[in-house]
């Protein structure tokens, strides 16, 4: 009976995750670690990350895992401008944010971009948003983006530069107050104002 309770929680977490089952979320439910391998085992689950298992039928979700391991880093950049759509182009490398007191050896055994920031401006623009697999993370918003590629003018690809401005410039929804907040914030505000001016 108490096997049976437990399966069904298990079943429970899964629908609820989307397909996955996390070692913390288990025995913070009261089940063993050894009943849960068990269970990954006897049902096909595949260890994607360290404490994360995702079912068969699940497709793994690069993204949503990353953060699930990490969860400290903020999509940024060119992953984030993909994912709000300001650029049709998809990332080629994964564009991360974290504070400068992170230990970011992991992250870049991985290949991943990282970006640090003093702790009170790694946590300007973050929100929310769902990945094609409906699995939510957090990103920057589209004004920080704005401000991060303009602050990396340098090191952001041409065509993504101009299509991410272009969009964001013709999106009605746009927050221009929140922009310039933002890059007074970057100390960037001159930088900021050149391309509103002209673009506008």
């Not at 230990?103 to 946590?123: A, S």
């Not at 969009?167 to 890059?183: H, P, T, V």
């Amino acid at each position: 009976m108490i096997i049976l309770y437990k399966t069904d929680q298990l079943k429970r977490m899964n629908e609820k995750n989307n397909g996955y089952l996390f070692t913390s979320e288990v025995v913070n439910a009261g089940i063993s670690k050894t009943y849960l391998l068990k269970y990954v085992k006897s049902n096909n689950y595949e260890r994607v990350a360290r404490g994360i298992y995702v079912s068969e039928d699940t497709w793994p979700d690069e993204l949503f895992i990353l953060q699930k391991s990490n969860p400290i880093i903020i999509f940024s950049r060119e992953t984030a401008l993909y994912l709000l759509g300001l650029t049709d182009k998809e990332y080629s490398a994964i564009h991360v944010s974290v504070p400068t007191t992170f230990n970011t050896y992991r992250l870049k055994h991985k290949g991943v971009k990282i970006h640090q920031y003093q702790r009170e401006l790694y946590e300007l623009g973050i929100m929310e948003i769902q990945t094609n697999y409906n699995n939510t993370i957090r990103i920057y918003d589209k004004e920080r983006c704005i401000c991060d590629i303009i602050a990396a003018r340098k090191d952001i690809e041409v065509h993504t530069f101009q299509t991410a401005m272009k969009e964001y410039m013709a999106d009605n929804s746009k927050r221009l107050g929140i922009l310039i907040n933002y890059a007074d914030r970057l100390s960037i505000r001159d930088e900021v104002m050149k391309y509103v001016e002209v673009m506008l």
